[in-house]
């Protein structure tokens, strides 16, 4: 009878259901919290809870596992379709890497919740020596060219292009509207997806979600002997307590191609900055600012 009684009042002990360590209200680590049995980025409610969950593992499972399946591609494509924000205010975009094959140019393709799209291009700048490259859409070299102005007056100095001098915001405005265009059209976009890495944080996943259940379903009876044990101890274990290395597995395919035909291909010639106590190079150097925006 006794040792009944002592096996009940152990299964009652407050504890986390993920790890099996006692709570602890004097450490903000090891208090209970409420956690989402099911997250609510995946779908969740607010009426499928927990308390008993440290604080400390409530955040771990909410990297490494809940925001692991969450923001990977294939379940950010659900999200988007069925406008699971989770705990944001706002939804993620889905970003993919790929080209725009006409002007054959490195871009990243944001695809935004209201399914509008945005680029953003790589390499946006490269300096060398007094020679500044902008490479972006329209609107984020608008942006680059008012921070370079903003450092170039902090340092006495100017910027001029052969069309006159760029000395504020109404420059920049006519040397866009004076830049050369060369349209560009085609983005052909990348996804390279690990099925390992995928089904390993799914796995996890689905762990959680199992602990979580069977402890609202079947008590702490269930959460603490074997067949919550059994669970509990794969939940934060990795692969050589590492994370599973990008190896054989990968599945590697490209999106259709997205036609962008609101884009165009900028370029402003003979953009250099100069001293404005040494006055105009006599000979300056010419130099190419290549920019990707709108037409």
């Known amino acids: 009878m006794s040792t009944k009684a002592s096996d009940s009042r152990a299964f009652l002990r407050p504890r ?3 790890t099996g360590k006692d709570f ?27 308390k008993d969950v440290s604080a400390e593992a409530n955040a771990r499972a909410g990297n490494e596992i809940d925001g692991e399946v969450a923001s990977s591609f294939l ?25 725009f094959t006409d002007v ?6 944001d695809i935004n919740p209201d399914g509008s799209l945005g ?13 500044i490259s902008v490479a ?8 680059l060219l008012k921070a370079r102005l903003n450092q170039a007056r902090k340092k006495n100095l100017q910027l001029l292009t052969r069309d006159g001098t760029i000395a504020d915001e109404e420059d920049i405005e006519i040397a866009l509207a004076l830049a050369d265009r ?44 074997a067949g919550g044990h059994s669970l509990r101890t794969a939940l934060f274990a990795r ?24 884009w165009a291909f900028l370029q402003i010639s003979t953009l250099w900055p100069f001293s404005r106590r040494e006055g105009p190079l006599r000979r300056p150097y010419p130099y190419l600012v290549a920019m990707l925006g709108l037409r």
């Open 239 to 262: 692969p050589g307590h590492t994370k599973p290395p990008r190896v054989a597995g990968s599945l590697h395919f490209e999106m259709p191609r997205i036609s962008a035909k609101s």
């Open 104 to 109: 054959q140019s490195e871009a990243l393709l």
């Open 136 to 143: 972006s859409t329209e609107d984020r070299v608008r942006f």
């Open 119 to 131: 680029f953003q291009f790589k390499n946006e700048q490269e300096v060398r020596g007094n020679i």
């Open 182 to 225: 060369a349209d560009a059209k085609e983005f052909h976009g990348r996804v390279i997806f690990n099925m390992r890495e995928y089904d390993f944080a799914v796995a996890r996943l689905v762990l959680k979600i199992a602990i979580g259940l069977g402890h609202r379903v079947l008590g702490p009876e269930w959460t603490f002997v």
């Open 16 to 18: 986390c259901i993920y």
């Open 24 to 50: 602890n209200f004097a450490d903000p680590l090891l208090r209970p919290s409420l956690e989402h049995i099911i997250p609510l980025s995946l779908g969740g409610s607010d009426d499928f809870t927990t």
């Open 75 to 99: 379940f950010m494509m659900l999200r988007h379709r069925y406008q699971l924000r989770g705990n944001r205010p706002v939804l993620p975009s889905i970003r993919l890497t790929g080209d």
